[in-house]
């Protein structure tokens, strides 16, 4: 009798359960950032300089692929670009030159914005129209045109009168030439031999006594240095012991675990990991000897990062606390493998 007066009463809190279930799931993505694109002016020659600032409107979740000097603004040709900071967002001031003359639109600046699960949009800027002048001077006018020019200018000044005749080729003197004063040229290379020679003689008397000193004191053997596995592996039992998640710090937690990632791989395999975006280190471990899956992985900790670094995402700590295990996986999945005895 009691299960039955309570079935009605966990029918009405399972349909509760659903409809919230459903409100959530229909709870629509916030959209991608938007770009916005501003010039410093509007006209400029052929060669010089325009200052594009491409502004990005902050949005929750997603990240946006700074831009490089790598873009594709054909007729210009991208010099510099500069991080700029801004309250709402980010914004990047570009120096570009034109190489054509004309009433020339300034290409939309594409990017790519990451979000969360894997999405991925491209978004672009509106073009600019300016206007760009030539740099060289006009041409000038030919003989024909110039020497008709000077006549009406003559018979209106005298009248009607008839152009004096030319000189009788008689009067004509030949050109004056110079001989060439070749003194200057002589010394000039006389001082390049005499210091070429004193250089010689000084790295010579440098190595004869570098020798020397080596010989009397000999220097101590180098000392190997240490393995990259080993300082990135004492560098995160380093992150663990801070309690960055604990004390909730969780950004700082990604800041120092990446970081400890990128240097091993810098140390390891020579890629340029630490002065790299995620999407230019997708290049730069193209080529290396790190496998596939590992590449793969290493990426998507690296994006993790970035969304909570700069798309202020706010993980889980549970979720926070196992970025550490997982980079202290990828640094023994890529640690070599001891070479066996053999039996014998």
Known sequence: MRAILLLPVLLILARGDSARGDSAAETPAPPPPTLRASVDTSATTVGGSIHLTVE??????????PPTRDL?????????????PRPDGEAFRLRIVPLNAGEIDIPPVTLTAHGSGGAKEEIATPPIPVTVASNLPPPAPPPEAA?????????GAGGGEQDAAPPDRADYKPARTVSRDWIPLILAAAALVAAALLGYSLLRRWRRRRGR?????PAAPRKPLRPAWEIALEELDRIVGAGYVDRGEVDLQYVEVTEALRRYLEDR?????LE???EELRGHLRPSPVPDPVQSRILAVLREADLVK???AVPESTEARSVEQRARELVHATMPRPARKAVP
Do not use: H, I, K, M
């Open 56 to 65: 990005v409107d902050r949005s929750p979740g997603w990240l946006v692929d």
């Open 72 to 84: 594709d603004l054909e007729p210009f040709r991208v010099r510099a670009v500069e991080r700029r």
């Open 147 to 155: 020497a008709e020019e000077d006549g009406e200018e003559d018979g």
């Open 213 to 217: 000193r080596a010989e009397e004191d």
């Open 269 to 273: 395999y020579g890629v340029p990991a």
């Open 276 to 278: 790299s975006t995620t």
């Open 310 to 312: 700069f798309a202020r």
